[in-house]
């Protein structure tokens, strides 16, 4: 089967305008992908951060990700290697205690099997928070965020589901070192892996 080009699709995402009316802001879809890519990160939604810069993971979650995953910003934002395309392409927003709101419902279902499509050389795929595990995981996901992180080794070699970075949780990553202690390690190395010269 041959891949859709990508780069109309690309196009499309950018001027997409579908949730626009719900916004409190003009969307700014951001996507980073090329054809060529073996990794896919597939994380919540752009924050505020994001959204003026328009690069995925400019804040200090993208910080914490990369550390995870053992790649400088060099290598993180060459599209030819890693593609990023979240559930949500454009800030939704905060909510009433200045969170981040959900990726809006209108974007996955439009987009997400349209990127994975177009992108035939991905070989692993970073499910970033429960958002993009509930949608590609979908009846395999585990009751719980927890359980399914813990369970990483199942969804192998084709996902790898993670926390997400945030700051947020922190309380999280203190509760639960087997995350540092057995999924990083198996994350650096099928990082390692992929980006090695075949």
Partial sequence: ????????????????????????HQPRPVIQACAGARILIVGQAPGTRV?????????????????????DETVFYDSS?????????????????????????????????RVRAALPEIRLTLLVGQYAQRFHLRSQMQKTLTETVRESERYQPDFLPLPHPSWRNNAWLKKNPWFEERILPLLRRRIQDLLSPA
């Fill in 1 to 24: 089967m041959v891949a859709p080009d990508l780069n109309p699709l690309l196009g499309e995402i950018r001027a997409c305008r579908v949730c626009a009316p719900a916004m409190p």
């Fill in 51 to 71: 959204h003026a810069s328009g690069r995925p993971f400019t804040d200090p979650s993208g910080d914490r990700l990369r550390d995870w995953m053992g790649v």
């Fill in 81 to 113: 290697r890693i593609a990023i395309a979240p559930m949500g392409f454009c800030f939704p927003g905060l909510d009433a205690k200045g969170g981040d709101l959900p990726p809006r419902k209108e974007c996955a279902p439009l987009w997400q099997d």
